[in-house]
């Protein structure tokens, strides 16, 4: 018989709700807050447990609190993540025809791109061949900036990439619609948007993950096929190096 839910789940997940994501540590935080206020058993160790009891009464519903990482520095996020809606269906209720047809040319352009990244040159190119209508570039970049505010797109010098919160919401969809080029990392088997991949084998593996997996390797091969990953490694201290 599944676990009842308590208040302490039921503050959780609304929190969690309105949040849209949340980092690992505020989790933990909010979770221990949970508990206490509501006079909950509370365990630092159970957070797994805690939100597996969530799942589980979610699961009549077709939703489910997911957890991934950041690409950008590989810490751990949950999101909640309705599982009956399928593409940018989650979106719709939020944004214009217009403005999610400029969301999934610049999800377009991200996921095909080598490195994981969209210039804001290239999407705001695109403003003026929608079919839905025409955008002006001044339009378009206002609704770049209203993606990076409600985290589903990150901006860093003028290039953006997929938040954490869209790879955990939109994973499947993405892996579906871009079977070709979009792959899993060889990890932490997540979604890798950002990533490096073996010349030899096609594995591809998060930067985090890069630099988690070759830390302390003089001479780092690629854990499919044991060739030497000739990729740069930024931030691992390789052994007498």
């Known amino acids: 018989m599944a676990a009842q839910m308590t208040n302490a789940h039921r503050r959780f997940l609304q929190v969690l709700m309105s949040n849209g994501i949340t980092e690992g540590s505020e989790a933990r935080k909010l979770h221990q807050h949970c508990c206490e206020t509501d006079k909950v058993y509370y365990a630092h160790d159970k957070l797994d447990d805690f939100i597996g009891t ?48 400029l969301f999934r040319k610049t999800m377009d352009l991200i996921i095909l791109s080598e490195n ?64 070709d080029v979009a792959r899993k990392c060889n990890i932490c088997h997540s979604l890798a948007i950002q990533s490096q991949v073996c010349e030899s084998c096609g594995i591809g593996m998060h930067l985090p993950c890069v630099r988690k997996y070759f830390r302390g390797q003089t001479e780092p091969r690629c854990p499919g096929c044991n060739e030497f990953w000739s990729c740069d490694t930024p931030g691992v201290d390789r052994m007498g190096s």
Not at 57 to 86: C, W
Not at 163 to 174: D, G, S
Request: hydrophobic share 35%; proline share 1%; glycine share 4%.
């Open 54 to 101: 969530i799942n589980t009464n979610l699961q009549p519903l077709f939703m489910q609190i997911r957890k991934g990482i950041s690409e950008d520095n590989g810490r751990a996020h949950y999101a909640v993540v309705n599982l009956a809606e399928t593409e940018v269906t989650k979106m719709a209720s939020d944004y214009t025809e217009i403005e999610l047809e």
């Open 116 to 179: 994981g990244f969209a210039s804001s040159t290239d999407i705001l190119n695109l403003a003026d061949q929608l079919k839905t209508k025409k955008m002006k570039k001044k339009e378009a970049e206002q609704v770049l900036k209203v993606f990076v505010e409600d985290k589903w797109l990150s901006e860093k010098n003028g290039e953006y990439t997929l938040h954490t919160r869209c790879i955990i919401e939109m994973e499947q969809y993405i892996l579906s619609n871009y079977q």
